[in-house]
């Protein structure tokens, strides 16, 4: 039995053991830098073959792929904005976290790990986008109060753990899953 549950901590996405991972994948979601390279490199080359069936990816939008040689048995692809200072921006970034948490419930997965959307090469401001992260996925916990999800934000640093942490201290709104515990 899951219990819905938000929390954020340094960790290699790559190594976790938990329904799916989301991937913060380029349009072509035929692997590239950072994060996105990482998780190609350690599920293996299936990942990449079932990838190319799927004709790239729109911003915003997300895909979702078997995990191959990951701990984690799916690989959902969002697709980040890259970072000017619009307001799509934010829209964008809220659409990555949305679709891939309504993907993984329409695949009736249950715990999620996400890579830290757009903050790499894409250059979305830490701050900003880990407020757009806690945010939009403690409403879709709130809005999908019925369904068990245990959402995991990974950290590639402790920039953005710091980004997570001071957000939280910040934070006056009563949303239960944003309080520190």
């Known amino acids: 039995m899951y219990?819905?549950?938000?929390?954020?901590?340094?960790?290699?996405?790559t190594t976790i053991n938990c329904h799916c991972i989301v991937n913060a994948a380029?349009?072509?979601?035929?692997g590239g830098g950072g994060v996105d390279g990482a998780i190609h490199r350690a599920a293996g080359p299936k990942l990449l073959e079932e990838c190319k069936t799927l004709n790239g990816c729109r911003t915003g939008q997300?895909?979702?792929?078997?995990?191959?040689?990951?701990?984690?048995n799916y690989v959902i692809?969002?697709?980040?904005?890259?970072?000017?200072?619009?307001?799509?921006d934010a829209e964008n970034l809220i659409n990555c976290y949305k679709n891939s948490l309504n993907l993984a419930k329409e695949h009736?997965?249950?715990t999620i790990a996400f890579?830290?959307?757009?903050?790499?090469?894409?250059?979305?401001?830490?701050d900003k986008a880990a407020?757009?992260?806690?945010?939009?996925t403690a409403s879709w916990l709130v809005e999908n109060e019925n369904y068990q999800m245990e959402?995991?934000?990974?950290?590639?640093?402790?920039?953005?753990y710091n980004s997570y942490s001071n957000y939280l201290d910040s934070y006056t709104g009563n949303n239960k899953y944003l309080k520190k515990h």
Do not use: M, Q, W
């Open 3 to 13: 219990k819905s549950k938000l929390e954020f901590k340094i960790i290699d996405i």
């Open 26 to 30: 380029n349009r072509t979601l035929l």
């Open 62 to 72: 997300a895909k979702i792929t078997k995990g191959y040689d990951l701990p984690a």
């Open 77 to 88: 692809h969002t697709v980040g904005p890259v970072y000017s200072g619009s307001p799509s």
């Open 108 to 110: 009736h997965l249950h």
């Open 115 to 126: 890579s830290a959307i757009s903050t790499g090469v894409y250059g979305y401001p830490f």
């Open 131 to 136: 407020k757009i992260a806690l945010e939009t």
């Open 151 to 160: 959402i995991l934000l990974t950290c590639f640093d402790d920039r953005v």
